[in-house]
């Protein structure tokens, strides 16, 4: 059974520009959340997604956004992008229902110069 | 909302030794409490899981406990393996079906061969 798959694994963008992350959860997943991880503030939660509807949010900016599709595959976008928003940014899916397990994809590292 | 602390941030063990790693969280309506490992260049990857109904939970060389009065859980690795090398972090969740985890900020254990 496939994992998590996030795409890309890596990239580089400037100070002003945004930025979109893909994830492909486990297949029949139907929840899936962002984190971001940085030294400085570890593991931080952005955002939840069950059938196509945000479910919870974390303490960040409105530049933060994301969205599921039918298919439960998911996108997060960072707009207006600063120097702080360097990070790995971590997708994880679950199976709703069960004992709650998130699975976490490898992750898109982001570095914004 | 939810705090999670973790110590000790680094942790070096010789090769057949046991490590101790512990975490309080704040919130004593948390009541699923996940252990994560992650290595380097990977995701965080689930190795056991508590709810807080039951007091400790074991699965080979690693055991979890739980004090929900003390508010506090303990992740102890067994006759440990150069393997067991990564970072790991505790979690605590609120409610049984909403996927946000706060997590710890990590121990560094290093097992020396």
């Known amino acids: 059974k496939a994992g998590v798959t996030q795409t890309p694994r890596y990239l580089i963008k400037t100070r002003g520009q945004q930025v979109t992350l893909s994830c492909s959860p486990i297949s029949g997943h139907r929840s899936v959340s962002w984190y971001q991880q940085t030294p400085g503030q570890g593991l931080q939660f952005l955002f939840e997604y069950f059938s196509e509807t945000q479910r919870n949010k974390g303490n960040f900016p409105g530049r933060f956004s994301g969205r599921q599709f039918s298919n439960s595959r998911s996108e997060m976008n960072v707009s207006t992008l600063e120097l702080g928003d360097s990070a790995l940014y971590l997708c994880?899916?679950?199976?709703?229902?069960?004992?709650?397990?998130?699975?976490f994809g490898e992750g898109s590292r982001l570095t914004v110069l | 909302g939810e705090n999670v602390e973790q110590h000790p941030s680094t942790l070096s063990v010789q090769e057949g030794d046991s490590a101790v790693i512990k975490c309080t969280y704040s919130?004593?309506?948390?009541?699923?409490f996940p252990w994560y490992k992650q290595e380097l260049g990977k995701g965080p990857q689930l190795i056991i899981d508590?709810?807080?109904?039951?007091g400790e939970k074991k699965d080979q060389r690693i055991a979890v406990t739980l004090n929900k009065t003390a508010k506090h859980f303990s992740l102890h690795i067994t006759e440990t393996q150069p393997e067991d090398s990564a970072v790991y972090f505790c979690?605590?969740?609120?409610?049984?079906?909403?996927?946000?985890?706060?997590f710890g900020t990590g121990t560094r254990l290093t097992i020396i061969p």
């Open positions: 979690a605590a969740r609120l409610n049984f079906g909403n996927e946000k985890l706060t």
């Open positions: 919130d004593s309506a948390s009541n699923y």
């Open positions: 508590i709810r807080s109904n039951v």
């Open positions: 994880a899916s679950s199976l709703l229902g069960s004992p709650g397990e998130l699975f």
